[in-house]
């Protein structure tokens, strides 16, 4: 343990042995939440620096404090990473996560009232993408489209484009959380210009991919506004990016401060900082292939042995299995299954799902963080085994308790970055 930890650990026992039970949970279970990953050691080391401590209202060059001669050159540096890895004409780095940094870009364009057309939340869509329990979903009139998930989740984009000309949006918002395809930006770009509105892709997931050029990315067909956090597959610390065309930075940077947020975490800008340095090197590339390549091969060994998913496989980090549809088994029953051998996954409605969100049809599962402890093809092949023989008998207490044991001895095999063996 290190000095500073072995201070914590004295001054307030109650929270170090916390954060160390949440070590081993973290070492010791297979993560497949896809919205979530282990960052580096370095970026650890920025946000537990004194950045924490300095107050940096405004932006490099126009702040409203003193004292401004690091965090201005912190900024600057993340700026710059930012706009040359996504290939952004401008760059702001301090929404503090991913729900302000949307916030930020609606009122930075949009009026109450005005018309976005967004995702089917069901089919994908986020819950920032103004779904009715957001603040955002109260302000803005949310228009949806949806993908053909019996056409392997393509988006009918004859129907997009004549949904565009009857609802007028402002703003045609491409992005989601939970669809398992790549889009094409190119041909939403076509609908929005024909309509005349605005375009933004939230790529709050696929980030890390995009900026490996292992997924398509929406600066290239011309999008006006491109999230993403920073914190998913780009593996940074907890935060929010906003890209856009440079004749829009203004509008966005007032949005942010002072429209939305005040003073920007510091330690987070320059763990920010230090992710984008990250994902330019070659070895990122890598390591964003071999996440496609994990979730291909998780896909079909789920696949070969009964699971249903939704849009028949994916293009992306993550996929939905339809646990009802595959095991008679609720998204919910399933998670919990899973969690008692410790694979950790989230449950998830499906398109149009009849059932409710907290019992809803399916599971989502990812690759990022496995990924980032060195699993490959064939430990997803493993790790879809259980999972099938888990979900095919949820009460069998002693098949359970003896994969568990299996997971975790396996989970030794792939150290953590960041927490000390
Ligand atoms: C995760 C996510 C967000 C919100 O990020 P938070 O940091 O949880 O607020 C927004 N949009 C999409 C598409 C996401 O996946």
């Known amino acids: 343990m290190d000095a500073y930890r072995q201070q914590l650990h004295r001054y307030d026992p109650d929270i170090e042995t916390a954060i160390r039970g949440e070590e081993e949970r973290q070492c010791d279970g297979v993560e497949m939440i896809p919205s979530e990953n282990y960052t580096y050691p370095e970026v650890l080391a920025a946000l537990g620096s004194v950045l924490t401590n300095k107050y940096s209202e405004g932006y490099p060059g126009r702040r409203y404090y003193g004292g401004q001669e690091f965090t201005d050159r912190i900024e600057t540096v993340a700026r710059e990473r930012a706009c040359a890895l996504f290939r952004a004409g401008h760059a702001n780095v301090q ?78 918002l491409c992005g989601y959380s939970s669809y398992p395809r790549d889009y094409d930006y190119a041909a939403f770009k076509q609908v929005a ?58 509008a966005i940077d007032s949005a942010v401060f002072p429209g939305l947020q005040g003073g920007p975490h510091m330690n987070n800008v320059a763990g920010a900082a230090v992710t984008f340095k990250k994902a330019a090197e070659p070895d990122f590339k890598t390591y964003a292939r071999q996440i496609l390549a994990n979730a291909r091969a998780l896909a079909k060994a789920l696949t070969d042995q009964g699971a249903a998913l939704v849009t028949g496989g994916t293009d992306n980090h993550l996929l939905v299995i339809d646990t009802v549809a595959s095991f008679g088994l609720d998204g919910r029953a399933a998670e919990e299954a899973l969690d008692r051998i410790g694979i950790t996954t989230n ?27 060195g699993m490959d093809e064939d430990d997803m092949r493993r790790i879809a085994g259980w999972i099938v023989d888990t979900l095919r008998a949820p009460d069998d207490a002693a098949a359970i308790a003896k994969r568990h044991t299996d997971v975790r001895a396996f989970c030794r095999g792939f150290p953590v970055p960041g927490i000390a063996a």
Do not use: W
């Not at 503090?96 to 609606?106: E, I, K, R």
């Not at 005005?114 to 949310?142: E, I, N, Q, W, Y």
């Not at 998830?348 to 980032?372: E, K, M, Y």
């Open 95 to 172: 929404p503090l996560s991913g729900s302000p940094m949307n916030q930020a870009v609606y009122f930075a364009f949009l009026k109450p009232g005005d018309t976005v057309l967004a995702m089917d939340l069901s089919h994908g869509g986020h819950l920032t993408h103004g779904a009715p329990v957001s603040h955002m979903g109260k302000v803005f009139r949310f228009e949806r489209y949806k993908s053909e998930t019996a056409q392997g989740g393509a988006i009918d984009f004859v129907g997009l484009m004549a949904r565009a000309k009857e609802v007028r949006p402002k703003l045609v």
């Open 193 to 250: 210009d024909e309509v005349g509105a605005l375009t933004m892709a939230d790529i709050s997931h696929i980030g890390g991919l995009v900026a490996a050029d292992a997924m398509r990315n929406p600066m290239d067909a011309g999008f006006d506004v491109v999230t993403t956090t920073t914190h998913k597959s780009l593996r940074g610390p907890r935060g929010g990016l906003i890209l856009c065309k440079a004749e829009h930075a203004k």
């Open 347 to 373: 449950k998830q409605i499906v398109p149009d799902d009849p059932r409710p969100p907290l019992r809803p049809s399916g599971i989502r599962l990812g690759t990022p963080a496995c990924t980032t402890r």
